[in-house]
């Protein structure tokens, strides 16, 4: 991990290294914004959603206070990275989940991807994959709407601009709660995803892993889906197993 202060230069990573005060300097944790129920960005300028409650969980079990725990979403720059990933060497995973659609609430004539063949789908690269390899590149070309974030899509399905959103299911959630009682989620699961956190130190994947359990066993990843992922803990009732090591 990247020491941020002098002081870390030199610090082991080991688990037996952390106090009770904590390691001194700051954690820097890579976010990516604009995927509501993930990561909010809220009006003071902090953060808030799932992947927040689990980066906050995880740096105190590190050793740092909330107040040495910086988020940003220059991912080059962390110390840290929360999110879906399928890098294999990431802690976790903490959360496995799966795409799905998000419609306007009225419009009953899309049930998953095989009526979006005509339809207009707004979604970033990634999560529009699945549909693109479904529906093809002429297709792609002629109706998907490609968006740097998923937050950007929701103005347009208001709208009726596109039909359908593509995004991982609690970013769906996320956006349905910014317009209650407009949009609902298909429940097609298109691809499967796992989110976890990758580290740049050797040796902290280990503590990582290790904070993960103790979130798991003591209730806390179960509040943070209650809180955070809204009709979807349900879905989420049990924490997914980590890796082996």
């Not at 299911?169 to 989110?195: E, K, M, N, T, W």
Request: aromatic residues 6%; hydrophobic residues 45%.
């Amino acid at each position: 991990m990247r020491r941020v202060a002098a002081l870390f230069l030199g610090l082991s990573v080991a688990v037996a290294a952390l106090t009770a005060c904590g390691r001194g300097g700051v954690l820097v944790v890579g976010v990516r914004v604009g995927y509501p129920g993930l990561v909010v960005r809220l009006p003071d300028g902090g953060y808030t959603g799932f992947d927040i409650a689990v980066a906050q969980y995880v740096a105190r079990e590190l050793g740092y206070s909330d107040r040495q725990t910086v988020y940003t979403g220059d991912l080059d720059q962390a110390d840290i990275v929360v999110g879906a990933t399928d890098a294999p060497d990431a802690a976790g995973p903490y959360l496995v989940t799966g795409s799905d659609l998000l419609v306007r609430a009225r419009d009953l004539t899309i049930s998953g991807p095989k009526d979006l063949r005509d339809r207009r789908v707004c979604g970033t690269h990634a999560d529009a994959a699945p549909l693109v390899r479904k529906l093809g590149a002429a297709w792609k070309a002629a109706f998907l709407a490609v968006a740097n974030v998923p937050a950007a899509c929701a103005p347009l399905l208001a709208k009726g601009t596109v039909d359908a959103i593509v995004a991982d299911a609690p970013v769906l959630v996320g956006l349905d709660a910014q317009y209650p009682g407009r949009f609902r989620l298909c429940g097609r699961s298109l691809a499967v995803h796992r989110y976890g956190i990758r580290a740049d130190a050797e040796g902290t994947r280990e503590e990582i892993d290790a904070a993960l359990r103790r979130m798991f066993d003591d209730g806390a990843w179960q509040r943070a889906v209650i809180g955070h992922l809204g009709v979807l803990a349900a879905r989420y009732t049990t924490p997914p197993a980590l890796d082996p090591r």
